[in-house]
């Protein structure tokens, strides 16, 4: 009977969704290439896991140990890139973060003894890192498609919370050699590593897969679009109503943030900027020319929801004045209104109407009716 290790069934599930993203085009994987940079070193890490505690192989530990001091940095770097308002990717200024590698270099030739240490330290450090980057929520990933913050930011939390499990498990084996003669450390190092690897990978494949569909041109005003649809007022009537599940509690308010969300308010009704899929904060901000802290600071006090549900609220207006209006498919309305899965979709149709946009339209179509022999 062959043994196949399940770090080895990890491993083809990451590669399967790494081809799912390098299917999706150039384009996408220019934007989303350190995700997919991520992805392929959390593969390989776990080939090399079962070949070392599935079959023994020992002769990789130094790989392993190389490839380890990587993950922290490259995890932090690609969710970072979804938080900078400026040009994603790499730069010179990033070279700090080849520091833990470039250390575990010299000391596995100089002394071996620390290496450990210094990997649980760089993990632990990591991981808080990016809690810290995720205190301020979903809008704080402002260069993220507005229509898929919510998994991005809740992709960033496990990414944090997989780190700092990592380091803490390491410091549980650490202990095992010291107290318990490593009776369980092969074990633990085996299926720790594996699941800290897939959480990872879950976290890369979900955070790469929402920010690598295809995006519009990043200018484009569809100038005349909001013009003779009927719709612009409706959907800024339904932008400003609560939200059925308001994520935020109402702040006290400021003329500035009164005038930046009536700004808002306006340019998303005239401009019709939610029809763009890949909107993100970042590109709001750009139009009206403001820090995106102070747009989500307005947004929050102002309406009380956050920026993706705020622009999602128009998207539903949207897809309901199409429901009402036209005979257009579910699937087609789900990208005419701006969103980009239909789960997404649904998911918000639900928040802000409380039903589903088929129980909707028939409600509608039976209002029709009820009224037309009345007329």
């Known amino acids: 009977m062959i043994f196949i290790p399940l770090s080895f069934a990890v491993s083809l599930f990451l590669v399967a969704f790494l081809l799912r993203l390098l299917l999706q085009g150039r384009e996408s994987l220019m934007r989303n290439h350190l995700f997919v940079l991520l992805i392929g070193l959390y593969g390989v890490q776990t080939m090399l896991v079962g070949l070392r505690w599935g079959y023994g192989v020992t002769a990789i530990l130094p790989l392993l140990?190389?490839?380890?001091?990587?993950?922290?940095?490259?995890?932090?770097?690609?969710?970072?890139?979804?938080?900078?308002?400026?040009?994603?990717?790499?730069?010179?200024?990033?070279?700090?973060?080849?520091?833990?590698?470039?250390?575990?270099?010299?000391?596995?030739?100089?002394?071996?003894?620390?290496?450990?240490?210094?990997?649980?330290?760089?993990?632990?450090?990591?991981?808080?890192?990016?809690?810290?980057?995720?205190?301020?929520?979903?809008?704080?990933?402002?260069?993220?498609?507005?229509?898929?913050t919510l998994r991005s930011h809740r992709s960033l939390l496990l990414a944090a919370l997989a780190l700092v499990a990592s380091a803490l498990i390491d410091v549980a084996i650490s202990l095992d050699l010291l107290w318990g003669e490593g009776r369980h450390s092969a074990l633990m190092v085996s299926a720790a590593t594996t699941l800290i690897l897939l959480l990872l990978g879950i976290a890369a494949v979900v955070a790469g897969t929402e920010e690598g569909a295809e995006e519009g041109a990043e200018e484009a005003d569809r100038e005349g679009e909001g013009s003779g649809d009927g719709g612009a007022e409706a959907v800024l009537r339904a932008s400003s109503a609560p939200s059925a599940a308001p994520l935020l509690v109402p702040q006290p308010l400021s003329g500035e943030h009164e005038a930046v969300a009536a700004s808002l308010d306006r340019l998303m009704a005239e401009r019709r900027l939610y029809g763009d899929a890949a909107l993100n904060l970042g590109k709001l901000a750009r139009r009206l020319g403001l820090p995106a802290r102070t747009v989500s600071q307005a947004v929050n006090r102002v309406h009380a929801m956050s920026v993706s549900q705020y622009v999602n609220n128009f998207r539903v207006a949207e897809a309901c004045r199409l429901l009402s209006t036209t005979d257009m498919p579910v699937?087609?309305?789900?990208?005419?209104?701006?969103?980009?899965?239909?789960?997404?979709?649904?998911r918000e149709f639900l928040r802000v109407k409380g039903s589903s946009p088929t129980a909707f339209r028939a409600a509608q179509r039976a209002a029709a009716l009820t009224a037309g022999p009345a007329g």
Not at 103 to 132: N, Q, T
């Open 65 to 148: 140990s190389l490839l380890a001091t990587a993950i922290p940095p490259l995890t932090y770097l690609a969710f970072r890139d979804l938080a900078r308002e400026e040009g994603a990717g790499l730069s010179l200024g990033d070279w700090p973060h080849l520091l833990p590698t470039a250390a575990l270099l010299v000391l596995h030739f100089v002394w071996r003894d620390p290496i450990d240490l210094l990997i649980i330290a760089e993990f632990l450090a990591y991981g808080l890192r990016l809690l810290w980057l995720a205190r301020l929520g979903p809008d704080g990933l402002v260069a993220a498609r507005l229509d898929g």
């Open 331 to 346: 699937t087609r309305i789900v990208f005419e209104a701006g969103f980009m899965t239909k789960s997404n979709f649904n």
